[in-house]
């Protein structure tokens, strides 16, 4: 393994991703104060903001997922740190096309940019190319590197084995890693709404220089932007859980986790039906094959149950009357599985088809996403930052406590104001409020001071891990 590059690359990926991090927080926080008219930004401001906010986040968890995933799997097989600096020039060009489309350009259709909102041009002519070709440096970056993951595990493990398909036989002769198991779903996942954001990209520049001679299928575009917003969303939880099912049971001192029959079912069954979860955000398009919906309703439970069942049932015999080593790294493992537990239950509860009626758009949709990623999958990541960084950049763990309790309570309390508006049915994405939602200013203050919590915790982790991975960046090789 070659230690001290991929060292340096993955202090790298932390460093930038929780850079990102302070800043897109701090877009959240604007936005929530913005509703609950403690200060005032125009609309154009809070969808700008929100755009940005959106897209960042969602990038960089996916990369922060990503680089662990890479870093781990030099572990089994060997992989490309060309690609991985590639993949990391890639970013840093994509979000600077993003900024200059959003800040300078004011771009504001938000992460989701669903068509045809993006040709109504109400902000600077050449911000909507630059924010579609900001996608694009994102995605061919993103999928060379997912490409280039795949093919070093197919080198080593067959396509039977990859898949530990050998498990549903009673005693298989070979054995293969939960985490290879993991990443290899999750890549195929990954790669799957990449090539489908990449259709969706040229049918948009199609339409974009045909000058009006052609024209793209509402239904079409909704259902190509989804299956690529919603898998990609979900699909970077599923790297952060490969992580876990490496790193949980190394940091806690207990043996190292297997893959039985049942995790190889229950994760073959994510990747068929986490593909399929997407129609749950079409249930009003009421044009949509019905058929459509159903399988949406369907796969919802199926992706997220098996994934879900096994994990928890993992962790919980892990810990169960055992002596845990605990640190602060695998109680952000442990806590985040709670909170995508129960992200993944409101995720469940919103799409139910009876439920949607009365949750679609409300604020109990970032209720839910919040959950599982704040909560959830950035604490899988930031449990990863914290032992790479301690591992090979040394440091105490002083702070831990307070990150923590700041992280928690920060959190706890930002989420339930969303909680709470969304069972109120406030609208979700309202720049300000009308009079008739009579709580939700003060829900969005409420949210807005815990979200304020949130960040003194992520700063404090930052500063701490951005010293050590700058040592490990500067040692020479
Ligand atoms: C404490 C940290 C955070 C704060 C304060 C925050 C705040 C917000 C706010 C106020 C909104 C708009 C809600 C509305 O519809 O009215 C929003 C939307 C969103 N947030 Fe966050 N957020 C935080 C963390 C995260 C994280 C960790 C993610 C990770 C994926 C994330 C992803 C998103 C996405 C994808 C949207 C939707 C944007 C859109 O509708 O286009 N946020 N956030």
Redesign the pocket.
């Given at each position: 393994m070659e230690t001290t590059r991929f060292n340096k690359i993955t202090s790298l990926w932390i460093i930038t991703v929780l850079v990102l991090?302070v800043v897109?927080?701090t877009?959240?926080?604007i936005?929530?104060l913005n509703?609950s008219e403690l200060i005032t930004v125009s609309p154009i401001t809070f969808y700008t903001d929100?755009?940005v906010?959106?897209?960042t986040?969602?990038g960089i968890?996916f990369v922060a997922g990503m680089a662990a995933v890479n870093f781990i799997m030099e572990r089994y097989v060997k992989t490309s740190h060309g690609v991985n600096v590639f993949a990391y020039v890639m970013t840093v060009v994509g979000v600077l096309l993003l900024w200059a489309s959003t800040f300078f350009g004011r771009f504001h259709a938000?992460?989701?940019f669903l068509y045809p909102l993006p040709f109504k041009v109400m902000w600077k002519s050449w911000a909507t190319p630059t924010f579609y070709f900001s996608l694009a440096v994102l995605g061919v970056g993103w999928l060379v590197w997912c490409l280039s993951l795949v093919s070093s595990l197919l080198k080593k493990y067959s396509l039977k084995e990859v898949f530990a398909w050998q498990h549903f036989s009673k005693n298989p002769k070979t054995e293969t890693p939960p985490f290879v198991l993991i990443a290899m779903i999750s890549l195929v996942g990954i790669i799957t709404c990449l090539l489908a954001a990449v259709i969706l990209l040229v049918l948009t520049f199609a339409e974009y220089y045909s000058k009006g001679s052609f024209v793209n299928d509402a239904l079409l575009m909704k259902n190509l932007t989804y299956f690529f917003g919603h898998t990609i969303?979900n699909e970077m939880l599923y790297l952060g859980l490969a992580i876990l099912y490496e790193l949980f049971s190394e940091i806690s001192g207990r043996p190292k986790w297997k893959t039985t029959w049942y995790v190889a079912l229950a994760w073959n069954f994510t990747l068929i039906f986490i593909l399929t979860a997407f129609f749950h955000h079409l249930y009003m398009d009421f044009v949509q094959p019905e058929g459509f919906q159903i399988i949406g309703q369907i796969a919802s439970y199926s992706a997220s149950l098996p994934a879900a069942g096994v994990t928890v049932f993992s962790v919980i015999v892990a810990v169960y009357r055992t002596k845990i080593n605990w640190s602060l790294a695998n109680l952000l493992f442990f806590l985040g599985v709670t909170g995508w537990v129960i992200g993944g239950i409101g995720a469940v509860i919103d799409a139910t088809i009876s439920n949607n009626f009365i949750l679609h758009n409300t604020?109990w949709?970032?209720a839910h996403?919040?959950t599982y990623?704040?909560l959830g999958?950035?604490l899988f990541s930031l449990a990863f930052f914290q032992w790479f960084s301690a591992k090979y950049g040394g440091g105490s763990q002083r702070w831990s406590k307070v990150v923590l309790w700041l992280l928690l309570i920060?959190?706890i309390g930002?989420l339930t104001a969303?909680y709470i508006g969304g069972a109120d049915s406030i609208?979700?994405?309202?720049s300000s409020y009308p009079e008739v939602f009579a709580t939700a200013k003060t829900l969005?203050a409420f949210?807005?001071l815990f979200?304020t919590v949130?960040?003194s915790g992520v700063l404090v982790f930052f500063v701490n891990i951005s010293k050590r991975c700058l040592k490990i960046l500067l040692q020479r090789s």
């Open positions: 991090f897109a927080i877009l959240g926080i936005m929530r509703q929100m755009t906010h959106g897209l986040m969602i968890w938000g992460w989701t969303a604020l949709v970032p996403f919040h990623n704040a999958n950035v920060g959190g930002f969303f609208p979700r994405r309202y969005a949210g807005a979200a949130y960040l």
